[in-house]
Nanobody
């Protein structure tokens, strides 16, 4: 059974940093495509970043790539998202997700972790 469990969210002041973690199990993590998607209240899903775990080749949304960094620890089957210089518009629920074998859609999602950026 595929499981994705996020952690690390919380309340942070503008300009602060957070690192989100996603513990993965039930699939071959070191040969997969995994990523982060966020959803602000009342808005649709927004792709943040994804990474190919076997090569560590990653993509980030253009608007976020200067502040957010995706990474993995394949020994721990864990995905990370380092978020720096957080702003109020980064407030959202952040989900980690695993891509389907065709790598065209995310087929499994975690339960999400809330990030609130507020003074």
């Amino acid at each position: 059974e595929v499981q994705l469990v996020e952690s690390g969210g919380g309340l942070v002041s503008p300009g602060g940093s957070l690192r989100l973690s996603c513990a993965a199990s039930g699939f071959t993590f070191d040969n997969s495509l995994v990523g982060w998607v966020r959803q602000a209240a009342g808005k649709g899903l927004e792709w943040v970043s994804h990474i190919y775990t076997y090569s560590a080749y990653s993509h980030h949304a253009d608007s976020l790539k200067d502040r957010f960094t995706i990474s993995t620890d394949v020994a721990k089957n864990t995905l990370y998202l380092q978020m720096n210089n957080l702003q109020s518009e980064d407030t959202a629920v952040y989900y980690c997700a695993k891509a389907a074998p065709n790598w065209r859609v995310f087929d499994y999602w975690g339960q999400g972790t809330q990030v609130i950026v507020s003074s």
